[in-house]
Nanobody, 124 residues
């Protein structure tokens, strides 16, 4: 069973930065895609960024270039560097994994594995 564990959330003032981490276990890197999602209070969960481990392609939602996805391929850790944070970035951030990058990007209800999330709170 694939396990995803997020960390790095916290409280930050607007304009600040955070780096989220997602450590994956029991996952075969080349056979999976992984991504970050977030769910703000009272809103639906939305796609943030994803990587297709097989070819290294990275995809972003529109974050105005403030978010950067990176990886530690040796340890299968996914990072999300978030800069110039805004109050509207306040959300629970979730890590996800699936065999299909398209499922990650377009069909989140079909994603097979999810982490429990890490809360990011940005104050104004």
């Amino acid at each position: 069973q694939v396990q995803l564990v997020e960390s790095g959330g916290g409280f930050v003032q607007a304009g600040g930065s955070l780096r989220l981490s997602c450590a994956a276990s029991r996952l075969t890197r080349n056979g999976f895609a992984m991504g970050w999602f977030r769910q703000a209070p009272g809103k639906e969960r939305e796609f943030v960024a994803a990587i297709n481990w097989g070819n290294g392609n990275i995809f972003y939602a529109n974050s105005e270039g403030r978010f950067t996805l990176s990886t530690d391929s040796a340890k299968i850790i996914l990072y999300l560097q978030m800069n110039n944070l805004k109050p509207e970035d306040t959300a629970v951030y979730y890590c996800a994994a699936d065999v299909s990058i398209n499922t990650i990007r377009y069909y989140q209800n079909g994603i097979e594995y999810w982490g429990k999330g890490t809360l990011v709170t940005v104050s104004s």
